[in-house]
């Protein structure tokens, strides 16, 4: 959850095959009570929103330190933010000629999430597939969770979750029949 309370999502990656049977859509939330060393998706463990750099496409053409009104990007480049000035404000990433800089953590209500997800729904129907929600730790937002589960559920749609298994066993209850 992010500091605002809101479940943010850093991504939603379509045409899986790797995240349960068939063709899926796997939603990655942001937060995670752990923090494993060997984690897959440390963008997500922290729960609010953040600037993400990619060395790999940057070109070095400094666009983005000149464009920053906080100064927070400074001789070194974009590998060494400043992250306690930077204010999130996303004029970097917008001036980036590459994509090498991008902000993650979007939040969704849930019905707006569910109605992403479901203009897949025909490949889920004819793959077996079906959403997964992971992260993160989607069992952090449990309420919001839930509901956009049942909403898939509704639907007709297979779900997974991804989980750490470091939640209350308590709240996670079988859905009636
Ligand atoms: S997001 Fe805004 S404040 Fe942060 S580094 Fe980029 S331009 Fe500067
Ligand atoms: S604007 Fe983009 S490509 Fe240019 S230095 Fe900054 S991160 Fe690298």
New binding site residues.
């Given amino acids: 959850m992010s500091e605002r309370g809101r479940p943010l999502v850093a991504d939603i990656k379509r045409n899986s095959l790797d995240d349960g049977p068939g063709i899926r859509s796997v939603v990655f939330f942001k937060g995670c009570p752990l923090r494993c060393v060997w984690c897959h998706n440390p963008e997500c463990t922290a729960a609010g929103p953040e600037?993400m750099f990619n060395q790999e496409t940057c070109i070095g053409c400094k666009s983005?330190a000149e464009?920053?009104?906080?100064n927070?990007?400074g001789e070194d480049g974009?590998a060494a933010?400043?992250r306690k000035?930077?204010?999130?404000?996303?004029?970097?990433?917008d001036e980036c000629p590459s994509g090498a800089?991008s902000?993650i953590g979007i939040y969704y209500p849930a019905g707006e999430l569910v109605d992403t997800l479901l203009r897949d729904k025909p490949f889920y129907d004819n793959s077996g597939g079906g959403v997964t929600l992971s992260g993160g730790e989607p069992t952090v937002i449990m309420d919001y969770t839930a509901e956009v589960a049942r909403k898939l559920k509704e639907a007709g749609v297979h779900v997974l979750i991804e989980t750490c298994g470091d939640f209350d066993w308590a709240r996670f209850r079988k859905p009636p029949r």
């Fill in positions: 600037l983005c464009v920053c009104p906080e927070a990007i974009p933010i400043d000035a930077c204010t999130l404000c996303g004029d970097c990433v800089l902000l």
